[in-house]
């Protein structure tokens, strides 16, 4: 059984290094929104510090949202994923595996790229930790969640914009609690324990419910 | 005596029944609408004392409450129709939840409209991120959800179960992300009951605001079983039924 | 080639449908369709475009949930089965169904893993040089042609040791000699106890073994079978 | 019956929310009644075109009109 997840992962890490310059551009569009903000907003140190969580969670949302399109439409397109169905394996834990590949893609980088990012903004080394750890909770609750979404929308004209309408909703409480996490860690580095419980809550219920209904959604799209 | 629910499912067994339905709910709800505003407007205080004292504006809540709970209970039929729908592959059930979906949102938006202008009044302004129109907001994007992923697919079979899917999973979620609103800081969670629960308010205001909310809830009867005939005509219109009910229908 | 004599008694039934039917769309594609496939048969399904070929095949492999009727794989329904079903077939659409960055060789390797029968790798080269492709195995298929992506795919059925293949117009997009190829794979299929169901345009001549045709969109009976020329 | 309306000042709050409450309703019941009779009468157009359909297993295909419709 684990050896089909781990095939399913490397095919899709292979595929993906193959075209290295997908995985890099997440990366940049999540760099250049976080550093769009100072000119939006003004660079002025104190406010930076209270806007800086709250900008670095929102922009983890869009580029993680926005790389999911990519996650079935490659295998739609050319056929894998209707082979992937008839395995003889469960659907569920292909879907899983190819999240995880995904998250390894897209979030894992934003988590690495965090602290180079957090120092714009002027956070504390603390406020720092507590982000990247936030966000290594917290990216893979997005993939999980956004891959129902993707194959709600697979192969449909405009799906990225639909994409984002059916899934940002559900991505409130991640947000909520994530950036949460940092802003009350510059308060009271204690009082952070409670959100990261209800992140790792979240990273749990998701990753067995949301491949489920992945699965369930991937088999309705396919019809 | 098994009643066989499945004889209702079919399409054309539901169509003449929810056409006598219409008239029937259509009539009660106007009379309950007329006889909760005659009562809270003529009847009730001018102005409310109490622990939360308000003026006139405060009979915004004849609309704002009931437009809130008939947008919550429609989510709840929406789910539930598509729940019936994906395990028991009926396809009125799918029909029904397509049916029930606009309405639903109209009365969202309804009770966001009326929460601004009952704020503005009596908070301030008319947007403060109150925990309780925040989720009438985020309710508002999943019906909006619901009926974009719907119409984005040509398919009808593929439309119908990959937007009940997402009313799912939306159902899934509704708890979680009204707990994420109410309650942003779990250190100190004062939030989560709301400020002023049902069971504090005036009985004189209590019970026309109850019958504003039965005259919408029997209101939105008839205006999904109306929209939901049109959605049957629609989709069954190569089946043999379907002619004679033009012919009946479109010469009357 | 020895042609081994066997009547295609339905000893062994394999696939049994009960009036199916499937719809598409609004539209009822066809009802009250029944047939069997007994072991040692290759199931010729015709019919005009549009007439619900690919609908029916893709519900026989379950990619689709028919609208009513059963399927029965060995007298199981296949929804109930779902993995073990999917693990007795292969199922080869319109697509190819190889990633066009991977190279041949690791198409199949991540295929026979997935099925989960690993077959080594000089399997795998040797299927590929019976499909015509040796040299070109470790070559990106985004490089080949048409017709060699499809002979990668093809490859797969050589590889493959499931009992029921559904091919979807297999034949298209081949040169004269894979066209040959393909025919003697699925007359191997069929003379080692298989089950072969497909759509075509063309004949599929069998060494052994019963040959079903199902015509959809005609009214009359649809399903008419008749055995093949052999001796037996 | 001015200060009815004048509701102590708040007129334009309180009948804003009423407004537009039972006016959406009204346009809602007034939508619906306009799609039920375009599809009414959409379809009846469609049953006309069509021929008379051959019953049997066959989809439902058009044979080709019998004649000029009237």
């Not at chain 1, 310059?21 to 929104?33: A, K, Y």
Request: hydrophobic share 50%; charged share 15%.
């Amino acid at each position: 059984m684990l050896k089909v997840f781990y095939c399913v992962l490397s095919r899709d890490i292979t595929l993906a290094l193959r075209r290295r310059t997908d995985v890099l551009t997440t990366l940049f569009f999540f760099i250049i929104v976080v550093s769009l903000f100072p000119l939006g907003v003004g660079s002025e140190r104190e406010q930076l510090r209270m806007l800086g969580p709250g900008v670095v969670w929102v922009a983890a949302l869009l580029a993680s949202m926005l790389a999911l399109e990519r996650l079935f439409a490659a295998d739609y397109d050319d056929g894998t994923l209707e082979q992937l169905l008839l395995t003889g394996q469960p659907l569920a834990l292909l879907v899983l595996g190819k999240v995880v590949a995904h998250w390894l893609l897209t979030g894992l980088p934003l988590v690495l790229i965090a602290p180079l990012v957090a120092m714009q903004y002027h956070l504390s080394s603390t406020a720092i930790w507590v982000m990247m750890a936030a966000l290594a909770i917290g990216t893979p609750v997005l993939s999980l969640i956004g891959a129902i979404g993707a194959a709600l929308t697979l192969g449909l004209r405009g799906g990225g914009i639909l994409l984002s309408l059916l899934i940002l909703p559900l991505y409130v409480p991640v947000l909520v609690y994530g950036a949460g996490a940092v802003s009350v860690s510059a308060i009271e580095i204690a009082d952070t324990q409670p959100y990261f419980y209800l992140l790792t809550a979240f990273l749990m219920g998701s990753s067995l419910l949301a491949p489920l209904a992945a699965a369930a959604a991937l088999r309705i799209s396919l019809e | 005596m098994t009643i066989n629910w499945f004889k209702f499912a079919s399409p054309a067994a539901f169509y003449p029944i929810a056409g006598r339905l219409i008239p029937w709910f259509g009539r009660v709800a106007l009379a309950l609408v007329l006889i909760g505003l005659f009562w809270g407007f003529f009847l009730t205080a001018d102005q409310l004392g109490g622990s939360n004292p308000q003026k006139e504006y405060y009979r915004i809540i004849y609309v704002h409450v009931p437009a809130a709970w008939m947008s919550m209970w429609l989510y709840l039929v929406l789910a539930g129709w598509s729940a019936i729908g994906l395990v028991f592959n009926t396809r009125l059930s799918f029909m029904m939840a397509k049916a029930v979906a606009p309405t639903g949102a109209i009365f969202t938006f309804l009770a966001l409209w009326t929460g601004a202008l009952w704020g503005r009044p009596s908070w301030g302004t008319y947007w403060d991120w109150d925990p309780r129109l925040t989720s009438e907001l985020l309710l508002f994007f999943l019906y909006i959800g619901y009926i974009a992923l719907h119409s984005a697919i040509d398919d009808t079979r593929r439309a119908d179960r990959a937007a009940a899917l997402l009313a799912i999973v939306g159902l899934v979620m509704v708890p979680v992300i009204f707990l994420s609103i109410n309650c942003p800081d779990p250190n100190q969670c004062a939030a989560l009951h709301q400020r002023s629960d049902p069971g504090s308010i005036h009985l004189s205001i209590l019970i026309p605001m109850l019958t504003m909310t039965l005259g919408l809830w029997s209101y939105s009867f008839a205006a999904v079983f109306a929209r939901l005939r049109t959605i049957i005509l629609t989709r069954e219109a190569d089946h043999a039924w379907v002619s004679d009910v033009i012919a009946k229908e479109a010469t009357a | 080639m020895v042609s081994r004599c066997s009547h295609p008694q339905p000893n062994l039934l394999m696939l049994d449908v009960s009036d199916l039917a499937c719809r598409r769309g609004e539209r009822l594609l066809f009802s009250d369709l029944s047939f069997q496939v007994p072991a040692e048969t290759l199931v010729h399904v015709r019919g005009r475009n549009g007439s619900g070929k690919t609908t029916l095949l893709r519900a026989l492999c379950g990619l689709l949930r028919a609208d009513a009727g059963s399927i029965r794989w060995r007298g199981e329904p296949i929804r109930d089965l779902a993995e073990d079903y999917n693990r007795d077939l292969l199922y080869f659409g319109h697509l190819n169904g190889i990633k066009a960055d991977l190279t041949g060789l690791e198409n199949l390797r991540i295929a026979s893993t997935l099925d989960q029968d690993p077959t080594d790798a000089d399997a795998i080269v040797a299927a590929l040089s019976r499909i015509g492709l040796e040299g070109f195995e470790d070559l990106p298929t985004r490089m080949l042609s048409q017709g060699q992506k499809k002979r990668v795919a093809l490859a797969r059925l050589i590889l493959s040791k499931a009992p029921l293949w559904i091919l979807d117009e297999p034949f298209t997009a081949l040169d004269v000699d894979a066209v040959d190829l393909l025919q003697q794979l699925i007359a191997e299929q069929v003379a080692r106890g298989g089950s072969v169901i497909l759509t075509t345009h063309q004949e599929v001549p069998l060494t052994s073994g019963a040959i079903q045709r199902l015509t959809l969109g005609e009214a009359s009976d649809p399903v008419s079978s008749e055995n093949t020329e052999s001796s037996c | 019956m001015m200060e009815f309306f004048s509701q102590g000042g708040y007129a334009g709050y309180v009948w804003g929310a009423f407004g537009m409450t039972f006016g959406l309703l009204l346009i809602e019941v007034l939508q619906l009644r306009s799609s039920r009779k375009t599809t009414l009468t959409r379809i009846s157009r469609l049953l006309r075109l069509r021929a008379p359909r051959q019953a049997g297993a066959g989809p439902s295909m058009q044979r080709g009109t019998s004649g000029p419709t009237t």
